[in-house]
C-alpha cells in the first residue's frame, strides 16, 4: 500500500511538472508569435507609409512638371494677347488712314478749298469714332472749374467778368481711356486778384464804430481847445 501510494504521488508530480513545463512552453511560444506580429505589422506599415510616400512623390513631379510648363505657356500666351490687341486696333485705323489717303489725292486737284475742309473734318470725325470704339474719351475743359487732375494751365488770364478758376480756353484736347487719364488738356484758366485786406480794414473798422470814431474825435476837438487857451493865457502874462 506504501509503496503504491509512493508511486502515485511520483506520477502527480511528475504530471505537475510535466503541465508546467507545457505551460511555460506555450508562453515561449505565444511570446514569439507576439513578436512575430509586431515584426509584421511594424514591415506592414512601413510599406503602406512607403507606398503614400511614393504616390505623393509622383504627384509632387506632376505638378511640378505642370507648373514648368505653365510658366513657358504663360509668356506666350500674354505676347499673343498683345499682338491680338495691336492688331485690332491697327485694323480698326486703317479705314480712317483709307479715308486720308483719299483726301489727299482729291485735295491735289481740287480748286473747291470747302470741299476739302468738309472732307478732312469727315475724316476727323470717322478717326475720332474708331478711338471710341477702343474706349478712348476727350476730357471736358471749356467753361469746366480747373481740375488739375485733368487739366495742365498753360495760360494764366484775368477776367473780372468771368469766374474765378473757370477754364476760358482749351488749348490743346486731352483724353482718357475709363479712369486713366492719357493726356491732360492743355488750358487757359482765370486767376482773379485778390484785392489786399489792409486797405480795407481802416474804412470797415470806422464803418463798424462810427460812435466811437465820433467820440475820439470829439476828444481830440476839446484837447486842441485846452491847449490853445493855456496858450493864450500865456501870452497874457
Known amino acids: ?3 503504491e501510494k509512493n508511486k502515485n504521488t511520483q506520477n502527480q508530480e511528475q ?3 510535466q503541465d508546467i513545463n507545457a505551460k511555460a512552453e506555450e ?4 511570446k514569439h508569435s507576439e513578436k512575430e506580429q509586431k515584426k509584421l505589422s ?3 506599415k512601413i510599406e503602406k507609409l512607403q507606398k503614400e510616400y511614393n504616390e505623393l512623390e509622383e504627384k509632387f513631379q506632376r505638378l511640378r512638371a505642370d507648373y514648368a510648363n505653365y510658366q513657358k505657356r504663360v509668356p506666350k500666351m500674354i505676347q499673343d494677347e498683345v499682338n491680338y490687341k495691336v492688331e485690332s486696333f491697327i485694323k480698326a485705323l486703317l479705314p480712317g488712314l483709307d479715308n486720308f489717303e483719299h483726301a489727299i489725292k482729291h485735295s491735289e486737284n481740287s480748286e473747291n478749298v470747302e470741299g476739302v475742309v468738309e472732307g478732312v473734318e469727315m475724316v476727323y470725325a470717322n478717326l475720332l469714332e474708331i478711338l471710341k470704339t477702343q474706349g478712348l474719351e476727350q ?4 467753361g469746366e472749374q480747373f481740375d488739375p487732375s485733368v487739366h495742365r494751365a498753360v495760360v494764366n ?3 473780372e467778368d468771368r469766374e474765378d478758376g473757370v477754364v476760358l480756353e482749351e488749348i490743346q484736347k486731352g483724353y482718357r481711356i475709363k479712369d486713366k487719364v492719357v493726356r491732360p488738356a492743355m488750358v487757359a484758366v482765370n486767376k482773379l486778384q485778390k484785392q489786399p485786406q489792409t486797405q480795407q480794414q481802416p474804412a470797415e473798422q470806422e464803418q463798424e464804430n462810427p460812435e466811437q470814431a465820433g467820440s475820439e474825435k ?3 476837438q476839446e484837447n486842441d481847445n485846452n491847449q490853445s487857451e493855456e496858450d493864450k493865457n500865456d501870452a497874457d502874462v
Open 15 to 17: 504530471n505537475k511538472a
Open 157 to 159: 488770364q484775368s477776367l
Open 218 to 220: 470829439d476828444v481830440s
Open 1 to 3: 500500500m506504501t509503496e
Open 27 to 30: 508562453k515561449k511560444a505565444d
Open 42 to 44: 511594424k514591415k506592414e
Open 139 to 142: 476730357i471736358a475743359a471749356k
